[in-house]
């Protein structure tokens, strides 16, 4: 067991693998693009192009501070609390910069890092900030980072730049790329869970994203409640809106990620793993999740979501057109 000044013991999660918490969308998506021969290959090649694994530091960490012992001594210990309760012995360099937007990435492909904005430790409190580098070491033993600064430095960072037809051409993949990096960030938000094995210290990061760090004037479980009626309520139109409201964000909304956490948990996933024991080990992925299985669990979820949003379209679009002949109908 371990736990520090301002956290309560956790269950070491001995070699589990990242297949345990993973979301089958994303799962699915990833181990695709890697089963493209040369993939990998290419992507290193194009990355070597801004200075290779040097380049990334140097444009993430211009203006951050790497934290030790005498240097935010206290996320360093708790980045240390985390990987022993996830059971990840390999070095992971830490980064606080000074940013005051509230958000943490973790980047970079031989040697993944992770960044944590100032004003994320400005917002949360200490086992809250617990969860946020659970999530991001998540981001890093399921592979994330190299595909996360895939989309930073070529998607976020580039696209503006190219030419207008070449912009329009690669809109598509941006799409795609961007519903890939929102389903990583639902595998995450379960690797943060998992990290503290506190529900509301989890959820509450949600809460203050959404709202801001006044916990005086907030509820949890009020907020709890607001998240559930966004993800289950709403017409037609409203789903519409919520679809395009997230074609260009690289996170979900707060409300949904906390309906999705808090399904995921109702549905007795997170105390099997910790309360159980019972979860995928490392070295069993191949056996236990085959790509197959990812690509079924996968095209059912988006299956399930498309046949509502195409039934919502056109449940909106005959309203549309009864609205249209009301109205024309009372002009007459």
Do not use: C
Request: no cysteine; proline share 4%.
């Amino acid at each position: 067991m371990t736990g520090g000044p301002t956290s309560r013991p956790t269950k070491i999660l001995t070699d589990i693998s990242p297949v345990s918490w993973e979301h089958a969308a994303d799962r699915a998506a990833l181990q695709s693009l890697r089963a493209v021969p040369g993939f990998d290959t290419a992507v290193r090649k194009i990355l070597s192009w801004i200075g290779g694994e040097q380049g990334i530091r140097l444009i993430f960490q211009a203006n951050a501070v790497k934290i030790g012992p005498k240097q935010f001594p206290k996320i360093h210990t708790m980045m240390g609390e985390v990987k022993n309760t996830m059971d990840w012995d390999k070095d992971i360099d830490v980064f606080v910069s000074q940013t005051p937007m509230a958000n943490a990435m973790a980047v970079g492909f031989e040697e993944p890092f992770i960044v944590i904005n100032s004003g994320t430790l400005s917002l949360l409190s200490d086992d809250e900030q617990r969860v946020v580098l659970g999530h991001e070491l998540g981001h890093i033993m399921s592979g994330h980072a190299l595909y996360h600064t895939i989309l930073y430095l070529i998607i976020l960072f580039g696209f503006a730049n190219l030419p207008f037809l070449a912009g329009i051409a690669l809109m598509p993949i941006r799409f795609a790329l961007m519903e890939w990096y929102r389903k990583s960030e639902l595998s995450s938000d379960r690797a943060g869970l998992l990290a503290s094995q506190d529900r509301d210290d989890t959820l509450r990061i949600f809460l203050k994203f959404a709202g801001g760090g006044k916990m005086e004037e907030m509820d949890l479980d009020a907020f709890m409640e607001q998240a559930r009626e966004y993800a289950e309520g709403g017409g037609p139109v409203d789903t519409i809106y919520k679809i395009l409201n997230t074609l260009d964000l690289d996170h979900p909304f707060s409300t949904m990620r906390a309906a999705e956490l808090q399904k995921w948990i109702d549905d007795g996933a997170y105390d099997k793993i910790v309360v159980d024991g019972e979860y995928i080990h490392r070295g069993q992925e191949a056996e236990e999740r085959p790509l197959t299985q990812d690509l079924g669990d996968a095209a059912r979820y988006y299956g399930a979501e498309v046949r509502e949003t195409v039934g919502n379209v056109v449940e909106a679009a005959k309203k549309v057109g009864q609205a249209f002949t009301d109205a024309f109908r009372d002009k007459k």
